[in-house]
């Protein structure tokens, strides 16, 4: 999911550029905002952490890409290729330390499972949304 900062700063392109270019197939897109609800629903492991709040006021504060890529080692890839969640431990290169402002404002999410990577996609899109 390309996050709200990275859409308002012009970048949803060039990351998604920078996806494409490292090898990975877009198997669905979409451009979206998330209400107060549907955010918290997908950060609801998040629900009884300090954070959870604000995390859902950032989250709902602009229009978002949410996408379903394919890869071979696609988690492993794609954490390495958007890199540390705090901009400024990301290595030279990444998505994160060339489009993220902070550590809560980090321009881009990935899935850290394939668990996880299903019931996102399964979240954002149906069957027939997927090509």
Known sequence: MIKPDAVANGHAGKILDQIIQAGFKVVALKYTRLSEERAGDFYGIHRERPFFGEL????????????????DNAIEDFRKLIGATDPQKAEAGTIRNLFAKSIDANAIHGSDSNENAEIEGNFFFGADQRF
């Open 56 to 71: 859902v006021r950032f989250m709902t504060s602009g229009p978002i890409y949410a996408a379903i890529l394919e890869k």
